[in-house]
């Protein structure tokens, strides 16, 4: 059942690699050219020989930055303190507002159990449901029960 398989491996061919001979670069030759004077039509000598003519492009000059008064550094550092300090004023505003708020909330909670427990109690003293002990008084009938420790 367990047959051995042979693999056939092929024979390992290496290849070398081929250097690349850099190009030759000949310096362009200089054109001549009038002193204060650029001509309307430019001619450049690439380094293979060939000659690219063009019109002649004068570089764009930046428009003049206008002067910005300097602001000092105390005024920034004012103005920075300034802005901080209203935004400490908003939150302690915040703050307080929240705490005036939990305040009202945890007194209505009391007030709640308050007003739910003595309603519970109010219903255990009113309840006519039957008496566990105690003295029990019929005026009418005038039975008197009593309660009786014993100890």
Same mark, same amino acid.
């Given at each position: ?18 250097? *690349?001979? =850099? !190009?030759?670069?000949? %310096?362009?030759?200089?054109? $001549? &050219? ?6 309307? #039509? +430019? ?13 002649? *492009?004068? =570089? !764009?000059?930046?428009? %003049?930055?206008?002067?910005? $008064? &300097? ?6 550092? #004012? +103005? ?34 308050? #007003? ?36």
């Amino acid at each position: 059942m367990n047959e051995p398989t042979t693999h056939r491996t092929s024979p390992l061919v290496v290849h070398e690699p081929t250097p *690349i001979t =850099p !190009a030759t670069v000949h %310096p362009a030759p200089l054109v $001549p &050219v009038q002193p204060g004077h650029v001509p309307a #039509v +430019a001619s450049v000598v690439l380094p293979d020989g060939r000659v690219v003519t063009g019109y002649a *492009i004068e =570089p !764009a000059k930046p428009e %003049p930055v206008a002067v910005k $008064p &300097v602001v000092s550094r105390a005024a920034v550092n #004012v +103005a920075l303190g300034g802005v901080g300090f209203l935004a400490v004023c908003g939150g302690l505003l915040l703050l307080t507002s929240f705490i005036a708020a939990l305040t009202a909330f945890v007194t209505q909670l009391i007030t709640l159990a308050a #007003v739910i427990f003595g309603g519970w109690i109010a219903v255990q003293v009113f309840s006519a449901s039957g008496h566990q002990g105690g003295t029990t008084v019929n005026i009418r009938k005038a039975v008197f029960k009593r309660n009786h420790f014993h100890g």
